[in-house]
Protein backbone atom coordinates (compact mmCIF):
# COMPACT_ATOMS: atom_id res chain seq x y z
CA UNK A 1 0.00 0.00 0.00
CA UNK A 2 0.86 3.95 -0.34
CA UNK A 3 3.15 4.93 2.12
CA UNK A 4 4.63 8.76 2.68
CA UNK A 5 7.97 9.40 4.50
CA UNK A 6 9.10 12.86 5.67
CA UNK A 7 12.76 13.38 5.56
CA UNK A 8 14.84 16.72 6.17
CA UNK A 9 16.87 18.82 8.90
CA UNK A 10 15.51 18.99 12.32
CA UNK A 11 16.56 22.31 13.16
CA UNK A 12 16.79 25.56 11.03
CA UNK A 13 18.11 28.90 12.36
CA UNK A 14 15.90 32.01 12.58
CA UNK A 15 14.95 33.78 9.10
CA UNK A 16 16.01 30.78 7.62
CA UNK A 17 14.11 28.31 5.28
CA UNK A 18 12.37 25.28 6.36
CA UNK A 19 13.01 22.66 3.38
CA UNK A 20 11.04 18.48 3.30
CA UNK A 21 10.77 16.19 1.38
CA UNK A 22 7.84 13.54 1.15
CA UNK A 23 8.85 9.94 -0.84
CA UNK A 24 5.75 8.12 -1.84
CA UNK A 25 6.54 4.28 -2.06
CA UNK A 26 3.69 1.77 -3.13
CA UNK A 27 1.95 3.87 -5.61
CA UNK A 28 2.90 6.66 -8.08
CA UNK A 29 2.45 10.59 -7.36
CA UNK A 30 0.94 10.39 -10.72
CA UNK A 31 -2.23 9.15 -9.73
CA UNK A 32 -5.71 11.16 -9.07
CA UNK A 33 -4.49 12.53 -5.19
CA UNK A 34 -3.78 15.57 -3.99
CA UNK A 35 -0.45 15.90 -1.83
CA UNK A 36 -0.72 18.04 1.05
CA UNK A 37 1.76 19.18 4.22
CA UNK A 38 0.10 19.33 7.54
CA UNK A 39 2.04 20.86 10.74
CA UNK A 40 1.51 20.33 14.84
CA UNK A 41 2.67 22.77 17.21
CA UNK A 42 3.98 20.46 20.54
CA UNK A 43 1.01 20.40 21.98
CA UNK A 44 -1.40 22.13 19.94
CA UNK A 45 -3.84 20.66 16.64
CA UNK A 46 -3.28 20.59 13.46
CA UNK A 47 -2.55 22.99 10.52
CA UNK A 48 -3.31 22.61 6.83
CA UNK A 49 -0.17 24.53 5.06
CA UNK A 50 -0.98 23.62 1.24
CA UNK A 51 -1.32 20.93 -1.76
CA UNK A 52 -0.15 20.11 -4.79
CA UNK A 53 -1.25 18.07 -7.62
CA UNK A 54 1.33 16.26 -10.20
CA UNK A 55 0.07 18.77 -12.71
CA UNK A 56 2.05 21.22 -10.47
CA UNK A 57 -1.17 22.82 -9.20
CA UNK A 58 -1.36 24.34 -5.81
CA UNK A 59 -3.26 25.40 -2.76
CA UNK A 60 -1.96 27.11 -0.24
CA UNK A 61 -3.06 28.63 3.52
CA UNK A 62 -3.77 32.16 3.31
CA UNK A 63 -2.14 32.46 6.50
CA UNK A 64 1.37 31.44 4.81
CA UNK A 65 1.29 31.39 1.51
CA UNK A 66 3.76 34.67 1.56
CA UNK A 67 6.27 32.01 2.81
CA UNK A 68 5.02 28.50 1.16
CA UNK A 69 6.64 26.39 -1.99
CA UNK A 70 5.37 23.56 -2.84
CA UNK A 71 6.95 21.52 -5.32
CA UNK A 72 6.67 18.31 -7.31
CA UNK A 73 9.06 15.85 -8.69
CA UNK A 74 7.66 13.35 -10.49
CA UNK A 75 10.86 11.65 -11.35
CA UNK A 76 11.82 10.51 -8.05
CA UNK A 77 8.20 10.35 -7.06
CA UNK A 78 8.35 12.91 -3.77
CA UNK A 79 6.84 16.16 -3.16
CA UNK A 80 8.65 19.10 -1.06
CA UNK A 81 7.82 21.79 1.03
CA UNK A 82 9.41 25.20 1.48
CA UNK A 83 8.55 27.97 4.07
CA UNK A 84 11.15 30.94 4.30
CA UNK A 85 11.58 33.46 6.97
CA UNK A 86 11.16 30.65 9.79
CA UNK A 87 10.49 32.11 13.33
CA UNK A 88 10.28 29.98 16.52
CA UNK A 89 6.21 29.98 15.94
CA UNK A 90 7.21 27.97 13.00
CA UNK A 91 8.34 25.12 15.38
CA UNK A 92 6.27 21.89 14.89
CA UNK A 93 6.12 17.93 13.86
CA UNK A 94 5.53 18.37 9.79
CA UNK A 95 3.29 15.55 8.45
CA UNK A 96 2.86 14.99 4.71
CA UNK A 97 -0.66 13.22 3.89
CA UNK A 98 -2.45 12.11 0.74
CA UNK A 99 -5.97 13.35 -0.07
CA UNK A 100 -8.69 11.21 -2.92
CA UNK A 101 -9.50 13.34 -5.13
CA UNK A 102 -12.93 12.56 -5.14
CA UNK A 103 -13.49 12.75 -1.33
CA UNK A 104 -10.51 14.73 -0.17
CA UNK A 105 -9.88 14.08 3.39
CA UNK A 106 -6.28 12.68 4.34
CA UNK A 107 -6.41 9.14 4.63
CA UNK A 108 -2.38 8.31 4.21
CA UNK A 109 -0.31 10.17 6.37
CA UNK A 110 3.30 10.43 7.23
CA UNK A 111 5.06 9.57 10.67
CA UNK A 112 5.80 13.09 10.76
CA UNK A 113 9.06 14.95 11.51
CA UNK A 114 10.00 17.37 14.36
CA UNK A 115 11.25 20.93 12.89
CA UNK A 116 13.09 23.34 15.71
CA UNK A 117 13.39 26.66 14.92
CA UNK A 118 16.28 28.43 16.93
CA UNK A 119 19.74 29.36 16.67
CA UNK B 1 -12.03 30.79 6.13
CA UNK B 2 -14.69 28.19 7.80
CA UNK B 3 -14.32 28.19 11.43
CA UNK B 4 -14.87 25.13 13.20
CA UNK B 5 -15.84 24.63 17.18
CA UNK B 6 -15.40 21.57 18.06
CA UNK B 7 -17.12 20.20 22.19
CA UNK B 8 -16.32 19.24 24.57
CA UNK B 9 -11.98 20.02 24.51
CA UNK B 10 -11.75 17.33 27.16
CA UNK B 11 -13.81 14.13 28.15
CA UNK B 12 -13.75 11.95 30.72
CA UNK B 13 -14.92 8.59 30.07
CA UNK B 14 -14.92 4.53 30.88
CA UNK B 15 -14.14 1.85 28.98
CA UNK B 16 -17.58 0.86 27.73
CA UNK B 17 -19.44 4.37 27.68
CA UNK B 18 -21.23 6.03 25.07
CA UNK B 19 -19.09 9.06 23.76
CA UNK B 20 -20.42 11.85 21.35
CA UNK B 21 -18.03 14.37 20.15
CA UNK B 22 -19.80 17.46 18.47
CA UNK B 23 -18.26 20.01 15.62
CA UNK B 24 -19.89 22.80 14.68
CA UNK B 25 -18.98 24.76 11.28
CA UNK B 26 -19.36 28.78 11.05
CA UNK B 27 -21.23 28.17 7.77
CA UNK B 28 -22.54 25.27 5.81
CA UNK B 29 -20.22 22.79 4.31
CA UNK B 30 -22.54 20.00 3.34
CA UNK B 31 -20.93 16.34 3.90
CA UNK B 32 -17.99 17.33 3.39
CA UNK B 33 -16.28 16.55 7.20
CA UNK B 34 -13.86 14.08 8.16
CA UNK B 35 -12.80 12.86 11.68
CA UNK B 36 -9.22 11.75 12.58
CA UNK B 37 -7.79 9.78 15.92
CA UNK B 38 -4.70 10.65 16.82
CA UNK B 39 -2.42 8.58 19.61
CA UNK B 40 0.71 10.76 21.35
CA UNK B 41 3.48 10.53 19.45
CA UNK B 42 1.73 8.95 16.24
CA UNK B 43 0.09 10.69 13.77
CA UNK B 44 -3.57 11.60 12.60
CA UNK B 45 -5.70 8.56 11.51
CA UNK B 46 -8.55 8.78 9.09
CA UNK B 47 -11.66 7.36 10.71
CA UNK B 48 -14.73 8.87 8.96
CA UNK B 49 -14.91 11.12 5.70
CA UNK B 50 -18.06 12.40 3.89
CA UNK B 51 -19.39 13.25 7.44
CA UNK B 52 -20.40 9.47 8.14
CA UNK B 53 -18.51 7.14 5.56
CA UNK B 54 -16.52 4.67 7.54
CA UNK B 55 -12.69 4.63 6.70
CA UNK B 56 -11.91 1.10 5.57
CA UNK B 57 -10.39 -0.91 8.94
CA UNK B 58 -12.03 1.21 11.21
CA UNK B 59 -14.42 -0.19 13.86
CA UNK B 60 -18.13 0.08 13.73
CA UNK B 61 -18.24 1.07 16.91
CA UNK B 62 -17.15 4.70 15.62
CA UNK B 63 -19.87 6.28 13.64
CA UNK B 64 -20.42 9.98 12.25
CA UNK B 65 -23.61 11.67 11.43
CA UNK B 66 -24.89 15.42 10.68
CA UNK B 67 -24.61 17.68 7.43
CA UNK B 68 -24.46 21.80 7.10
CA UNK B 69 -22.78 23.17 9.93
CA UNK B 70 -23.56 20.41 12.92
CA UNK B 71 -21.38 17.22 12.87
CA UNK B 72 -21.20 14.90 15.42
CA UNK B 73 -18.91 11.38 16.06
CA UNK B 74 -19.70 8.51 18.80
CA UNK B 75 -17.87 5.97 19.87
CA UNK B 76 -20.71 3.36 20.92
CA UNK B 77 -18.35 1.43 23.35
CA UNK B 78 -15.44 3.04 24.77
CA UNK B 79 -12.38 0.72 24.48
CA UNK B 80 -9.18 1.27 26.13
CA UNK B 81 -7.56 1.62 22.42
CA UNK B 82 -10.05 4.28 21.73
CA UNK B 83 -8.34 6.73 24.30
CA UNK B 84 -6.87 9.20 22.20
CA UNK B 85 -7.06 12.76 20.79
CA UNK B 86 -10.04 13.51 18.27
CA UNK B 87 -10.08 16.17 15.58
CA UNK B 88 -12.90 16.95 12.69
CA UNK B 89 -11.53 18.68 9.50
CA UNK B 90 -13.57 20.15 6.67
CA UNK B 91 -12.49 20.05 3.14
CA UNK B 92 -15.28 21.75 1.72
CA UNK B 93 -13.23 24.78 0.59
CA UNK B 94 -9.88 26.68 1.14
CA UNK B 95 -8.03 26.84 3.43
CA UNK B 96 -8.50 23.29 5.03
CA UNK B 97 -9.44 23.61 8.52
CA UNK B 98 -9.31 21.20 12.03
CA UNK B 99 -11.14 21.39 14.83
CA UNK B 100 -9.15 22.47 18.39
CA UNK B 101 -9.67 18.58 19.38
CA UNK B 102 -11.16 16.62 22.02
CA UNK B 103 -9.15 14.67 24.23
CA UNK B 104 -10.85 11.24 25.53
CA UNK B 105 -9.58 10.83 28.68
CA UNK B 106 -9.80 7.47 31.19
CA UNK B 107 -12.34 9.01 33.93
Known amino acids: QVQLQESGPGLVKPSGTLSLTCAVS?????????WSWVRQPPGKGLEWIGEIYHSGSTNYNPSLKSRVTISVDKSKNQFSLKLSSVTAADTAVYYC????????????WGQGTMVTVSS | VIWMTQSPSLLSASTGDRVTISCRMSQGISSYLAWYQQKPGKAPELLIYAASTLQSGVPSRFSGSGSGTDFTLTISCLQSEDFATYYC?????????FGQGTKVEIK
Open chain 2, 89 to 97: QQYYSFPRT
Open chain 1, 97 to 108: ARAPGDHPAFDI
Open chain 1, 26 to 34: GGSISSSNW
